[in-house]
T-cell receptor, first 116, second 115 residues
Framework: SAVISQKPSRDICQRGTSLTIQCQVDSQVTMMFWYRQQPGQSLTLIATANQGSEATYESGFVIDKFPISRPNLTFSTLTVSNMSPEDSSIYLC?????????????FGPGTRLTVL | GDSVTQMEGPVTLSEEAFLTINCTYTATGYPSLFWYVQYPGEGLQLLLKATKADDKGSNKGFEATYRKETTSFHLEKGSVQVSDSAVYFCALSPSMGGGGNKLTFGTGTQLKVEL
C-alpha cells in the first residue's frame, strides 16, 4: 500500500481562525476521503475528494466550513474555517486504491486539532 | 441508510482470555465488512476484511466471519495479549458501484488487556 502522511500532526488554534490540513500519498490514488473523529466518538465522513472535480460533502458538512482541494492524484487539503471549540477533533484523510473488489481504505495518522 | 452497531466498551480482559466484540450492520445489497484497529496514539489500521457472505477474515490471530443471515461480523480472538489493547472499529462499505466507496463506522469498542 502507498504511504500516506498528514501535516500538521497536531495544532492548538484560537477561536475564529482557520487551519489547513495537508494529506500526501506517495503514489497516485483515485479517491481520497476526509473524516472527523470527535473526542471519544467514531469516525464520520466529511467529504469525498476526487481530482479534477469538486468535493462531495456528506449531510451536515458544507463547503464554506470545510473547503477541500484536490489539485492532483497524490495530494489533498482540508481547511477548517472560522473554528470554534466544537471543531476540536482528530481529522483523518484516507485513500481508496480503486479497482479493488472490497473498497479498502488506508488512513493517514490524523491531525489532532484543539480549538480554544 | 447504512449503519453499524458495535457493543459498547470498554472491555477489560485478562491476558490469554477469549475475546468477542459484537458487530451488526444494516445495509442494502452485499456490503464489504471491515475491522479497523486504533492503537493508543496511532492512526487507524485495517485489521481484517470480508467481501461476501461466509467469508472469514483473519489477521494477527483475530477472526471475523461475514454472516449474511444474521447481518453480523463479530470479531474474535482466542487468546488476547496486553499488546492488543486498542480501540476496535467495525465498518462497512457499500456494494460495488454504489455509495462511492464510502465507509460507515461503528462507534468503536475499547479493549483493555491486563496481566
Amino acid at each position: 500500500s502507498a504511504v500516506i502522511s498528514q501535516k500538521p500532526s497536531r495544532d492548538i488554534c484560537q477561536r475564529g481562525t482557520s487551519l489547513t490540513i495537508q494529506c500526501q500519498v506517495d503514489s497516485q490514488v483515485t479517491m481520497m476521503f476526509w473524516y472527523r473523529q470527535q473526542p471519544g466518538q467514531s469516525l464520520t465522513l466529511i467529504a469525498t475528494a476526487n481530482q479534477g472535480s469538486e468535493a462531495t460533502y456528506e449531510s451536515g458538512f458544507v463547503i464554506d466550513k470545510f473547503p477541500i482541494s484536490r489539485p492532483n492524484l497524490t495530494f489533498s487539503t482540508l481547511t477548517v474555517s472560522n473554528m470554534s471549540p466544537e471543531d476540536s477533533s482528530i481529522y483523518l484523510c484516507s485513500y481508496n486504491r480503486g479497482g479493488s473488489s472490497y473498497n479498502e481504505q488506508f488512513f493517514g495518522p490524523g491531525t489532532r486539532l484543539t480549538v480554544l | 441508510g447504512d449503519s453499524v452497531t458495535q457493543m459498547e466498551g470498554p472491555v477489560t480482559l485478562s491476558e490469554e482470555a477469549f475475546l468477542t466484540i459484537n458487530c451488526t450492520y444494516t445495509a442494502t445489497g452485499y456490503p464489504s465488512l471491515f475491522w479497523y484497529v486504533q492503537y493508543p496514539g496511532e492512526g487507524l489500521q485495517l485489521l481484517l476484511k470480508a467481501t461476501k457472505a461466509d467469508d472469514k477474515g483473519s489477521n494477527k490471530g483475530f477472526e471475523a466471519t461475514y454472516r449474511k443471515e444474521t447481518t453480523s461480523f463479530h470479531l474474535e480472538k482466542g487468546s488476547v495479549q496486553v499488546s492488543d489493547s486498542a480501540v476496535y472499529f467495525c465498518a462497512l462499505s457499500p456494494s460495488m458501484g454504489g455509495g462511492g466507496n464510502k465507509l460507515t463506522f461503528g462507534t468503536g469498542t475499547q479493549l483493555k488487556v491486563e496481566l
